[in-house]
């Protein structure tokens, strides 16, 4: 094998091929540095004496199904400028690494279309090596996101585990990449990325969000300048989990045995929309019995319909006027639960209302979070919160297969 082979095969410059060994299924190449190359590590001066060596083994990019390995004897400097006693650094690998730079990429390739584990298998290496590679190459690119150019972001929660273990993250709406991954929920896992706005001076336009107290306080707090808009997803999942309450508590109530078996079993036709019903099942027909024995589920159910409209209006004046209508009717119904959410809506009317300035909402964000479901399920989970944190972080540039 030829010095040359060493740099357009491996990548390898400045050193010099000295002879190849075949034994243990491996091709073990020694290499050496030329001693008029050597420097000091720390200050660069070439002013140095040898003060020793030590055998140290890289793997590289394999021949065929083959491992390769580097040998090579790495000297020890004293440097006459500096006074530092050190080992020299090897050029082709990162400092204490026992790979090369050119196995790191391509482990990062192969990445692209398989699991840890199998590239681990295919290169005859730990997993725990591939995923040291990747969470390394993570960490140079995605370990702190760039905030200058933010202006609109969604926040939301996502569960990732039994016993209420959340994360808490941001989307970038303008982009659809995750700016920040936090631990838990609530304020107190916000305020590294408030520290970080701050820091870099990042003025936020819109920010979308649940009607959480937290980050309702959270964001009036630390961005006061940004408008807050409601979003639509949770308003609607708010108002659905009251009627399915409603629907369960009718039915405990219903006296007459007609009436409890026409209720039972219409929860999700409630909670559909009426152009989804599925005719050959006859779905819309079941539920206009429901509805047509049961007045208060009815008028719950009308008024869910309604309250989709809000969001379909030709202006922010318009929104308005349907809105306090839509209050109006629904704290004369008579029924508690219809009561208490027309009141959440009455205290969150300028959120809900600001859609119509900035019409963003956190459905980018559900995506997003079902993509992080996907590829935990696809992994089998993570032990290793950075490492799980860091590849949602890198979850937008993603355009192969999902893996773990």
């Known amino acids: 094998m030829s010095t040359s082979l060493l740099y357009h095969g491996f990548g390898i410059q400045g050193y ?26 720390e200050c660069g001066s070439c002013k140095v004496k040898r003060r020793g060596q030590v055998m140290r083994r890289f793997r590289t990019l394999p021949l065929g199904d083959k491992p390769v390995w580097l040998e090579l004897l790495v000297p020890r400097v004293w440097c006459l400028l500096c006074g530092v006693l050190r080992q020299v650094k090897v050029g082709f690998a990162s400092w204490r690494r026992s790979y ?71 989307l970038d ?37 649940d009607m959480s107290p937290a980050y309702i306080s959270a964001v009036l707090t630390h961005v006061p300048e940004a408008t807050l808009v409601f979003d639509r997803f949770h308003v609607t999942k708010l108002y659905n989990d009251g009627l399915s309450d409603l629907r369960r508590k009718l039915y405990h109530e219903a006296t007459d045995l007609m009436q409890k078996q026409v209720i039972k079993g219409t929860r999700w036709l409630l909670l559909k929309n009426p152009e989804n019903l599925d005719q050959d099942r006859q779905e819309a027909e079941r539920l206009n019995e429901a509805l047509r024995l049961n007045q208060p589920l009815a008028l719950a159910y009308y008024l869910k319909e309604d309250l989709r409209q809000f969001w ?12 306090e209508d839509w209050i109006a009717r629904a704290q004369s119904a008579g029924i508690p639960f219809l009561r208490r959410f027309s009141k959440t809506l009455a205290l969150h009317r300028r959120g809900l209302l600001a859609y119509y300035d900035y019409p963003i909402s956190t459905g980018p964000l559900e995506g997003t979070n079902n993509k992080i479901k996907t590829m935990q399920r696809q992994a089998y989970g993570f032990r290793d919160r950075e490492f799980f944190k860091l590849k949602i972080l890198a979850l937008h540039e993603t355009r192969y297969a999902l893996v773990g």
Do not use: N
């Not at 107190?188 to 819109?206: G, N, T, Y």
């Open 16 to 41: 010099q091929h000295v002879h190849t060994q075949y034994h243990d299924g491996a091709i073990h190449f020694r290499i050496r540095q030329d001693r008029f190359s050597l420097c000091c590590p």
């Open 173 to 209: 709406l303008k982009s659809g990449a995750v700016v920040f991954v936090g631990d838990g929920k609530g304020a107190e896992a916000l305020e590294p990325f408030w520290a970080r706005l701050k820091r870099q001076k990042v003025c936020l336009e819109a920010v979308a969000t």
């Open 100 to 170: 090369t730079r050119s196995f790191a990429r391509y482990a990062l390739g192969l990445s692209r279309h398989m699991t840890i584990k199998d590239v681990a298998r295919h290169l005859g290496v730990g997993w725990d090596l591939i995923k040291d590679i990747q969470k390394r190459r993570l960490l140079r690119r995605f370990a702190r996101p760039k905030l200058h150019k933010l202006k609109q972001i969604a926040i939301d929660e996502i569960s990732i585990g039994k016993g209420h273990r959340y994360l808490t993250v941001v």
């Open 312 to 323: 379909e209006q030709p202006s922010k004046t318009a929104a308005a006027t349907f809105l």
